[in-house]
């Protein structure tokens, strides 16, 4: 099992542009979030879906957009990169079958926005 | 409104003593705690969890403590390995699915 994985590992936008970043689980987790990381504040929640076909926001969901077609894929779309949005950002899943919602970690996009 | 805090930005101890790692929170109604551990270039990985209902859970070396009276859980890893080094983060929840993650603390372990 892969677990969570993401692509691109690495982008480099310029302010304006637009991207689409991708993350797949082999888990059969219901639950798929995005979150950024940001030197000094932790993780924090974009938006996180609870099944397929369904999405909502998280703690800063501004500028970015997300769809989940199929249950094992979860999409975070920026429509107009700006310098604010250059962050690692993390994908996650997890069960809600689990007693503690233990969510698996993907390895991360470097994105920067010049 | 920061619900979870980790105040220590670093920690630095010496191999083979105990690392404490500490986390506060404000909201009364999380139903479980974690801690996640991250190394540079990765994902964060799944540490250790505990239940609003419990005060202790041991794993190892890990063992986390919560206090809910005051609010605040604690990372106790004993004894310290140099491969410990890494950011550690605290995580809340609810029976919602969402976490609430802290700052984190970056522990650094000394050979």
Redesign the interface.
């Given at each position: 099992n892969a677990g969570?994985t993401q692509t691109p590992k690495f982008r480099v936008l310029k302010t304006g542009q637009s991207m689409t970043l991708l993350c797949a689980q082999d888990m059969n987790h219901e639950?798929m979030?995005w979150?950024r990381q940001d030197p000094?504040?932790?993780?924090?929640?974009i938006h996180?879906s609870?099944g397929e076909g369904t999405t909502a926001k998280?703690e800063v969901p501004d500028g970015y957009n997300v769809s989940r077609l199929k249950k094992q894929n979860f999409l975070l779309g920026l429509e107009s990169a700006a310098p604010s949005q250059t962050s690692v950002y993390?994908c996650?899943s997890?069960s809600?079958r689990s007693?503690?919602?233990?969510?698996?970690?993907?390895?991360?996009t470097r994105l920067t926005v010049l | 409104d920061q619900q979870v805090k980790q105040n220590s930005p670093s920690l630095s101890v010496q191999e083979g003593r105990i690392s404490i790692l500490n986390c506060d929170y404000t909201n009364s109604m999380f139903d479980y705690f974690l801690w996640y551990k991250k190394y540079p270039a990765e994902g964060p990985t799944f540490l250790i969890s505990i239940s609003s209902i419990k005060d202790k859970n041991e794993d190892g070396r890990f063992t986390v403590f919560l206090n809910k009276s005051a609010k605040h859980l604690s990372l106790h890893i004993v004894p310290s390995q140099p491969g410990d080094s890494a950011v550690y983060f605290c995580a809340a929840g609810r029976d919602t699915g969402k976490l609430i993650f802290g700052q984190g603390t970056t522990l650094q372990v000394k050979p």
């Open positions: 969570v639950y979030y979150y000094g504040m932790g993780l924090r929640l996180y609870v998280g993390f996650a997890s809600p007693s503690t919602d233990t969510q698996y970690f993907g390895p991360g | -």
